[in-house]
């Protein structure tokens, strides 16, 4: 299974004979598994059509700012925040300028300074232009910017002339772009996710539950997964499909998430505890549906609730624990009561995140969140907005920074 299934790419092309090249490259990266949006410059459709590369990718080309019809579909905000990676191939000597100078306008480029994720560009041009000084500056000033780049290759040019400007073969672009997401951080690891809500019967009909859609839980499994490493995924009721290569096991209650995280914690380096684990469960839940007029009185039905275990303070607790990694899902002081959390469940790092914002909460596809961890003294991160996939990476990111040798 490939690490580009189910990455989202963006591909940008910009005006270049090597444009007609494009549509080989997202060919090749659906094939991976990838789901590709194209973005053309206007000087791209000079040398292949909108119309192919929509044909191919299946949905519709983006080549305008301001047009409103394609910006109503997904406007350019959006598709910056929509793509785990964007990749700009081929890359003319012109866009690349534009890029490395910060500019913004046209609407690959607008994409390119609203993208939080990462940029790779595959730049195609002649030899000389390549060569030129200005051009090489460029490319200075994209590497610091920590774009990456995938060539150019050497060789025969569309021009008659030989040498360095090709546009990089397109198993290589593809290799290249596989690559970004498989950064083998987590290589020898095995991690443990909890993620999901947690049903509490209280008959075989009804229970008490929450709003969590699994969402971020499954990316951090998909991301711990691109770092290399065994992910064991416990999962309470959502309707996601569990990331590839990722063993799942489905639960349905709190006792149910705790027995399976408690059975598949040995040998475990990471837990992270993403699950919205209802705190509370009917004392008892009867065998069968409780009728209305059974209620002990006609108009007040009363459940008694008792406390769930604490998943992840249990594994906190153990002798040899794993790096803990808990999050705290607060609608008000969102890092003093994260920070508490850190220390009553004794953990190794906290994400925090504000579900009072609906737009990064339970079910939203972004998040915003603050991460810290036990020992620095700087020890306190704020990540921007971004996709709950682009969070997942830098996660995983930092929990391999801080994970001891
Ligand atoms: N958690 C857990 N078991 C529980 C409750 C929470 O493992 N019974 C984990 C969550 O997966 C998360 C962290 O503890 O990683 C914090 O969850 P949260 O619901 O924010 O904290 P609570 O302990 O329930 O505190 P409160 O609801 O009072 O804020």
Not at 268 to 284: H, M, N
Not at 302 to 326: H, K, M
Not at 342 to 363: P, R
């Amino acid at each position: 299974m490939s690490t580009l299934t189910n990455k989202r790419i963006l591909l940008g092309v910009t005006g270049g004979i090597a444009a007609y090249k494009s549509a080989e490259v997202l060919r090749r990266l659906q094939d991976q598994g990838a789901d590709v949006r194209v973005v053309m410059t206007r000087a791209a459709t000079e040398f292949i059509t909108p119309l192919t590369l929509q044909a191919l990718s299946g949905h519709p080309v983006h080549l305008d700012l301001l047009d409103t019809e394609t910006e109503s579909v997904m406007g350019h905000i959006e598709l910056a925040r929509w793509a785990d990676l964007i990749l700009i191939a081929p890359a003319s000597a012109n866009f690349m300028a534009r890029l490395a100078q910060g500019h913004g306008d046209d609407l690959l480029t607008t994409i390119c300074l609203a993208a939080l994720g990462p940029i790779a560009v595959a730049p195609a041009m002649n030899q000389g232009m390549w060569a030129n000084a200005a051009t090489q500056e460029n490319v200075t000033a994209l590497e610091q910017q920590g774009i990456k780049l995938f060539g150019p290759d050497q060789g025969l040019q569309a021009c008659g002339e030989t040498g360095l400007g090709r546009l990089l073969d397109i198993e290589g672009i593809v290799d290249l772009t596989a690559g970004l997401f498989a950064t083998g951080l987590l290589t020898g690891k095995k991690v443990l996710i909890t993620a999901g809500p947690t049903q509490e019967a209280i008959d075989p009909v009804r229970y008490i539950s929450n709003h969590s859609s699994g969402k971020q839980g499954y990316s951090l499994a998909a991301a711990a997964i691109d770092a290399g490493a065994e992910v064991v995924l416990i999962s309470g009721p959502t309707s996601l499909e569990p990331p590839d290569r990722v063993k799942i096991r489905r639960v349905i209650s709190a006792d149910d998430m705790q027995r399976a995280v408690m059975s598949e914690i040995a040998e475990c380096d990471i837990f992270i505890g993403v699950a919205a684990v209802a705190d509370f469960k009917p004392v008892q839940s009867v065998d069968q549906k409780i009728k209305k007029g059974e209620a002990p009185s006609n108009q007040v039905m009363r459940i008694d609730l008792i406390e769930n275990p604490d998943i992840i303070a249990g594994v906190a607790q153990l002798d040899s624990r794993p790096f803990t990694v808990g999050f705290a899902a607060e609608t008000e002081n969102v890092v003093t009561y994260a920070r508490r959390k850190l220390e009553k469940k004794n953990l190794d790092m906290v994400i925090a995140n504000d579900v009072s914002d609906q737009s990064i909460g339970f079910n939203s596809d972004e998040n915003r969140i603050t991460v810290i961890w036990r020992g620095d003294p700087d020890n306190e991160i704020q990540l921007p907005v971004a996709s709950k996939r682009n969070i997942a990476a830098r996660i995983i990111e930092l929990i391999a920074e801080k994970l001891p040798a």
